[in-house]
């Protein structure tokens, strides 16, 4: 007969080392109508019944328990058996040898009522021991089961800074994306052949890099995410990989900022192109454009240019373009002669309405 060297034959019946045939049959009785599969409808009960037919198959046995307690290193104690309470055991032995499984659970209800009460107690506790055992077994199952079910990865976020220009022509960019992936070698066990996985140290996942191209379309808004499906980390047994989110910021430059689909462009301007309305030649995301400015141009005065926008959905915004007349800080001896000419001519006083309260 063989038996699992792995399993404690004794912990799952819930006797002792020194317990009796007679006790290790109470035992197995007591547990062989608790769990049999005729009866409890649970699904580890077969498993269960199955371990305590093949621990009491074992332990009934003379040759077989005196094997198993020699590999296992169990040893009794001693203690004396007077002759009455060897005839009762042999008694029992009698009385049980040639009944079938049915019957055995008779004269065990039947019997139960005339044992003392020491010997009840200690039937209490040993069967107290056992179920305890089961519950914890039953527990272990079902963790192991819930680890072997498919999980997702956990998602990933990262940020990606553009450019104006970005937003109005949209790009492609590459980025790296640091992501756990199940090891390769031990396929996420975390032990190969009895120790630690040497590529994983036995964690069963991996840190990988891997490079990503992500395509930023037209008139994306600051702090929109992008969701890249499956360019998250691996998943577990099996599962899907999860998500990569982005986090988009614009950046902040003082001549472009942007208003639904319309762009604002701040565009330098000289004194002279200011006072005289000269044509300028605007650079564009599209390319260049001609702007006519009228002549006494003020500084922060603004030009709307129709359908020069962003482009989204069917749609077109404008350009709007804000003048700022400014100064160059390298005048030649001729341009600061002129410049001292012109205020010796002029008359007008710009500040002549300027005032507390105008």
Excluded at 346 to 352: G, N, Y
Aim: proline letters at 3%; one cysteine or more.
């Amino acid at each position: 007969m063989a038996f699992n060297s792995t399993k404690n034959y004794y912990e799952i019946l819930g006797v002792s080392v020194n317990s009796t045939n007679a006790e290790i049959k109470s035992a197995y009785r007591k547990l062989a109508r608790k769990y049999h599969p005729d009866i409890n409808k649970d699904e580890d009960a077969i498993n269960i019944f199955k371990n305590i037919t093949e621990a009491y198959e074992i332990l009934s046995n003379d040759v077989e328990r005196s094997k198993y307690d020699t590999l296992k290193g169990f040893f009794k104690t001693e203690k004396t058996t007077t002759s009455s309470q060897k005839a009762e055991e042999a008694y029992k032995e009698e009385q049980t040898k040639n009944s079938s499984y049915h019957s055995q659970f008779e004269n065990s209800s039947k019997t139960s009522t005339n044992k003392s009460k020491p010997k009840e107690k200690k039937e209490k506790s040993t069967l107290a021991k056992a179920v305890k055992f089961w519950f914890a077994q039953i527990k272990r199952n079902k963790r192991n089961r819930d680890n072997k079910k498919p999980k997702k990865g956990e998602n990933i976020t990262t940020d990606v800074s553009i450019t104006p220009d970005e937003v109005i022509t949209g790009s492609k960019r590459i980025i790296n994306i640091r992501t756990t992936q199940t090891c390769p070698k031990c396929f996420g066990h975390r032990f190969v052949n009895g120790g630690k996985c040497s590529n994983c140290g036995g964690k069963g996942e991996v840190v990988k890099t891997k490079k990503i191209t992500v395509t930023i379309p037209k008139g994306v808004k600051d702090g929109a995410k992008l969701r890249l499906r499956g360019e998250g980390a691996s998943g577990k047994n099996g599962g899907a990989c999860g998500d990569l989110y982005i986090n988009i910021k614009i950046e902040t430059k003082t001549q472009v900022h942007f208003d639904k689909l319309n762009i604002y462009y701040t565009v330098p301007i000289s004194p002279f192109e200011a006072a005289l309305g000269e044509e300028i030649s605007i650079p564009t995301f599209d390319g260049k454009i001609k702007l006519k400015l009228p002549k006494y141009t003020c500084s922060g005065q603004k030009f709307r240019i129709a359908n020069q926008g962003i482009k989204k959905n069917g749609k077109v915004g404008d350009l709007i373009i804000c003048v700022s007349i400014e100064f160059s800080h390298d005048l030649s001896e001729d341009e600061i002669k002129l410049y001292e000419r012109l205020k010796n001519l002029s008359k007008d006083d710009v500040r002549k309405n300027f005032g507390y309260g105008s």
